[in-house]
């Protein structure tokens, strides 16, 4: 059984930053695509990044593009989401999630999709004061 557990959220000022980590336990998540989405309260998930197996292909949404960067280290089961100049509106719980279903996979708009993904973790509170 595998387990997502983000860390690394907290309280940040506008124009700064933060870096998350989602570590994955139980079983290696090398081979599988992941992601990172977030959520506010009253709204639907949103997604913000998607990372290939390799690391070699990732995807953003607009809204993050350009200030966020996701990255993964396979050595450590590890996924991070470095987050520069952040805005108000990064404001939300951010999760991270693998797709256990496809093996090996470059990721593209499709990763954007939430039923893409099979595993979830918990999430962590990002918070961005003006």
């Known amino acids: 059984q595998v387990q997502l557990v983000e860390s690394g959220g907290g309280l940040a000022q506008a124009g700064g930053s933060l870096r998350l980590s989602c570590a994955a336990s139980?079983?290696?998540?090398?081979?599988?695509?992941m992601g990172w989405f977030r959520q506010t309260p009253g709204k639907e998930r949103e997604f913000v990044a998607a990372?290939?197996?390799?690391?070699?292909?990732?995807y953003y949404a607009d809204s993050v593009k350009g200030r966020f960067t996701i990255s993964r280290d396979n050595t450590k089961n590890t996924m991070y989401l470095q987050m520069n100049s952040l805005k108000p509106e990064d404001t939300a719980v951010y999760y991270c999630?693998?797709?256990?279903?496809?093996?090996?996979?470059?990721?593209?708009?499709?990763?954007?999709?939430?039923?893409?993904?099979?595993?979830w973790g918990q999430g962590t509170q990002v918070t961005v004061s003006s």
């Open positions: 139980g079983r290696a998540l090398s081979t599988y695509a």
């Open positions: 999630a693998a797709d256990r279903q496809s093996p090996f996979a470059s990721v593209n708009a499709i990763y954007s999709r939430e039923n893409v993904y099979n595993v």
């Open positions: 990372i290939g197996w390799t690391g070699g292909s990732t």
